[in-house]
């Protein structure tokens, strides 16, 4: 055994003895690159699996106390999610907003204005993905937003035409009904009465990020400073270490609601930028677009026929999408909403197979058994059941099984979002007004948490163990 080899064995054979319940993980080697294969993805030790979940606020939770972190829940989530069997987080690497507070959005902010970061913030996120690479957790990096709950294109936009936000109806926790205790909750949806805008007028707004160049020059100076990061905890530059898996240009970048799609579209030429622009600072890692592939055949060729992207992702929303009622608690609503995700999964691995890529389903979720809330004082507490969910767990989750041990594009799944030990009944709005559930702040808290006691933390954990024995048995 050579000298390099030894120190790899004896490296590996102590990261190996990290130990989560009944299970062993290992830790991140940083030079061990994911990379695309044909239609799978891989890494040094072969077919490279993504048990993932959603976990965005993680440079938050990770950050000082004096910005609203907390770490003792960090790494107990992190413990809990490791346990399972997780490999995969989807996390922000951004978010936009005054220092001042800003409603329906992550708060303190990464980037305060134009170029100014919250070095605290910074460190949070040097911390998360140390602590992610321990327990052997590769990361997706979202690098803007669509949506208003983590500032994103629109408040690029602000900052670019002093225009002030159209914020389409949010979640505001400080709305009627309130509970006893000030900064519990519960609080409502915004609506036009309060001033909410259209989510169209919202949309037309972010979506000038398309075609402003300043609001671009700041957002591609954001990536290259993101890139460029060298974590204050380990040393490594983010380019250079394997624990960012991917790139991804934002969340759910779209054109407007039932926006068409033409070539023309500005979106298209947006995508091609922006992924030369990350492809020529990191090509030691992935990019992918961060699409939800709602909008058919044509557009998902379209989005994903870049060099520069190297595979395709897919978010299926069944409740968002009216194809599901949370207060319907009959068999035909469920099986409803499991035929659609099942061809969902299934239309959508044929047009990445067709295209030759490789597919990451990294958003999906469904609401707790509600119909069992609907006359208490709140339509998400988390007493209720979840058997609804669990079913949908098993189907979405194994539709995308299927393709992956057949001949489909799929490479894993990544469910919406892990609240891990938060729960609504208990939760107490923090000095910046954030709770940190698993939704987001411009959405009802406890819609798509997983928790920590949820079956659907075995259905994912039961997911890893399944494909590492095919893995195993067929010698990939
Ligand atoms: C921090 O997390 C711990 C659990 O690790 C929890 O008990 C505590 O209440 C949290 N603190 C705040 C301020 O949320
Ligand atoms: C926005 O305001 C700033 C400062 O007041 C000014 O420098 C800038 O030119 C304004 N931009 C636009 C597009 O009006
Ligand atoms: C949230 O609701 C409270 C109480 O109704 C109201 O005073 C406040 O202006 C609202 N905030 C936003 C941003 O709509
Ligand atoms: C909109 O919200 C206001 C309180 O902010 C409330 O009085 C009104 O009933 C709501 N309207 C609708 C249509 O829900
Ligand atoms: C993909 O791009 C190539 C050129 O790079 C072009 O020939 C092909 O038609 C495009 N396919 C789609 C579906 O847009
Ligand atoms: C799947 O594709 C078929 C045929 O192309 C289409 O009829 C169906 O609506 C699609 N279903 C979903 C959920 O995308
Ligand atoms: C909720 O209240 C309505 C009307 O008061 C009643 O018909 C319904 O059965 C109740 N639902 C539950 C789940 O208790």
Same mark, same amino acid.
Request: with cysteine; charged share 20%; aromatic share 14%.
């Given at each position: 055994?050579?000298?390099?080899?030894?120190?790899?064995? $004896?490296?590996?054979?102590?990261?190996?003895?990290a130990?989560a319940?009944?299970? @062993?993980y290992?830790a991140i080697?940083p030079?061990?690159?994911?990379?695309?294969?044909?239609?799978?993805?891989?890494?040094?030790?072969?077919?490279?699996?993504?048990?993932g979940l959603n976990y965005w606020a993680c440079m938050n939770l990770a950050a000082d106390k004096s910005q609203g972190g907390n770490y003792s829940r960090l790494v107990t989530e992190l413990d809990q999610m490791a346990a399972?069997?997780v490999n995969h987080l989807r996390i922000m690497a951004s978010s936009e907003g005054?220092p001042?507070?800003?409603?329906?959005r992550m708060n303190p902010a990464l980037m305060q204005?134009?170029?100014?970061y919250n070095e605290k913030v910074f460190q949070g996120l040097d911390i998360c993905l140390d602590e992610m690479s321990q327990r052997g957790m590769r990361a997706t990096m979202t690098l803007?937003d669509?949506?208003?709950w983590s500032g994103?294109?629109?408040?690029?936009?602000?900052?670019?035409?002093?225009?002030?936000?159209?914020?389409?109806?949010?979640?505001?926790?400080?709305?009627?009904?309130?509970?006893?205790?000030?900064?519990?909750?519960?609080?409502?949806?915004?609506?036009?009465?309060?001033?909410?805008?259209?989510?169209?007028?919202?949309?037309?707004?972010?979506?000038?990020?398309?075609?402003?160049?300043?609001?671009?020059?700041?957002?591609?100076?954001h990536?290259?400073t993101v890139i460029?990061r060298k974590n204050t905890v380990n040393g490594r530059v983010y380019?250079?270490d394997?624990t960012i898996m991917?790139?991804q240009?934002?969340?759910?970048?779209?054109?407007?609601?039932?926006?068409?799609?033409?070539?023309?579209?500005?979106?298209?030429?947006?995508?091609?930028?922006?992924?030369?622009?990350?492809?020529?600072?990191?090509?030691?890692?992935?990019?992918?677009?961060?699409?939800?592939?709602?909008?058919?055949?044509?557009?998902?060729?379209?989005?994903?026929?870049?060099?520069?992207?190297?595979? @395709?992702?897919?978010?299926?929303?069944?409740?968002?999408?009216?194809?599901?009622?949370?207060?319907?608690?009959?068999?035909?609503? $469920?099986?409803?909403?499991?035929?659609?995700?099942?061809?969902?999964?299934?239309?959508?691995?044929?047009?990445?197979?067709?295209?030759?890529?490789?597919?990451? $389903?990294?958003?999906?979720?469904?609401?707790?058994?509600?119909?069992?809330?609907?006359?208490?004082?709140?339509?998400?507490?988390?007493? @209720?059941?979840?058997?609804?969910?669990?079913?949908?767990?098993?189907?979405?989750?194994?539709?995308? &099984?299927?393709?992956?041990?057949?001949?489909?594009?799929?490479?894993?799944?990544?469910?919406?979002a892990y609240g891990g030990i938060w729960?609504?009944?208990?939760?107490?709005m923090n000095e910046f007004g954030m709770v940190w559930a698993g939704d987001p702040p411009?959405?009802?808290?406890?819609?798509?948490d997983l928790?920590d006691?949820?079956?659907? &933390?075995?259905?994912?954990?039961?997911?890893?163990?399944?494909?590492?024995?095919?893995?195993?048995?067929?010698?990939?």
């Open positions: 055994m050579s000298k390099t080899l030894l120190s790899i064995f $004896l490296a590996s054979a102590l990261s190996t003895a130990q319940g009944s299970r @062993a290992q080697d030079d061990d690159f994911v990379y695309v294969d044909g239609l799978r993805l891989k890494d040094s030790q072969g077919l490279h699996y993504l048990t399972k069997g005054a001042t507070p800003q409603p329906f204005s134009p170029g100014q803007a669509e949506w208003q994103g294109f629109a408040q690029y936009i602000s900052w670019a035409t002093n225009k002030t936000i159209p914020y389409p109806s949010s979640w505001n926790m400080t709305k009627p009904p309130q509970r006893p205790v000030p900064g519990t909750g519960w609080g409502d949806y915004t609506n036009e009465t309060d001033g909410a805008a259209s989510y169209e007028v919202f949309e037309d707004f972010a979506n000038q990020l398309y075609t402003n160049a300043q609001a671009e020059q700041w957002y591609k100076a990536i290259k460029n380019k250079d394997a991917t790139w240009l934002a969340n759910e970048p779209q054109t407007q609601v039932g926006g068409g799609p033409e070539a023309s579209d500005p979106l298209i030429a947006w995508i091609d930028r922006i992924s030369t622009y990350i492809r020529s600072l990191a090509p030691k890692q992935l990019i992918n677009v961060g699409l939800e592939s709602k909008q058919g055949e044509a557009y998902f060729k379209l989005v994903h026929n870049f060099s520069t992207v190297d595979y @395709a992702t897919s978010h299926c929303w069944v409740q968002n999408w009216g194809i599901y009622d949370m207060y319907d608690s009959s068999t035909a609503g $469920l099986q409803a909403a499991q035929d659609f995700a099942t061809a969902f999964v299934q239309n959508t691995s044929r047009w990445a197979v067709e295209i030759g890529k490789p597919i990451f $389903l990294e958003e999906f979720g469904m609401a707790r058994d509600n119909w069992q809330n609907r006359n208490m004082t709140y339509p998400y507490l988390s007493s @209720a059941t979840t058997t609804h969910k669990d079913a949908y767990f098993e189907t979405i989750i194994g539709a995308a &099984m299927d393709q992956f041990k057949g001949d489909g594009a799929y490479v894993g799944t990544c469910p919406w729960r609504p009944e208990t939760q107490h411009h959405e009802a808290p406890g819609w798509y928790y006691t949820d079956e659907a &933390m075995n259905i994912v954990a039961r997911q890893q163990e399944d494909i590492a024995d095919w893995i195993e048995e067929n010698g990939l």
